[in-house]
């Protein structure tokens, strides 16, 4: 019969740091490939970016941070700029919905209305008319 070694085991904290120590590198390891997937997934998902950047040169995981942030800082500018220019024509809108001819010609009347008094003699320009 192989000899036994008991007395490793009579001590429960022993016994648990054992066992941490066991599992500690395989933690990590899984921890590390799941930091190197998700870097992969972003490189890819970006790949056209990242080419536009750096064609031909090996991009390094801090790269890849750097360039995702950066294009992500250009996106959310993008939708920043397009949601208020929906916001400007939504208020148009509203606007032209309450007083259709205010709304539709005040860019316009206040053009004309510039005009006429630029030139004090209504005589030598004829009067511009929308319709």
């Not at 000899?3 to 590198?25: D, F, G, S, V, Y």
Request: a positive charge.
């Amino acid at each position: 019969m192989a000899p036994t070694i008991t007395a490793a085991w009579t001590n429960p904290q022993e016994h648990l740091a054992l066992n941490h120590k066991l599992r500690k590198p395989l933690v990590e390891k899984l921890r590390r490939e799941r930091i190197n997937s998700s870097i992969e997934q972003l490189k890819s998902l970006l790949g056209p970016e990242f080419l536009k950047q750096q064609p031909d040169s090996k991009l390094e995981k801090a790269d890849i941070l750097e360039m995702t942030v950066c294009f992500l800082r250009q996106l959310l500018q993008q939708n920043h700029q397009q949601r208020r220019l929906l916001d400007h024509f939504n208020k148009l809108q509203t606007s032209s919905e309450q007083n259709p001819r205010d709304a539709d010609f005040s860019p316009l009347c206040s053009t004309v209305q510039t005009s006429n008094t630029k030139d004090q003699n209504p005589e030598k320009n004829p009067l511009w008319r929308p319709w």
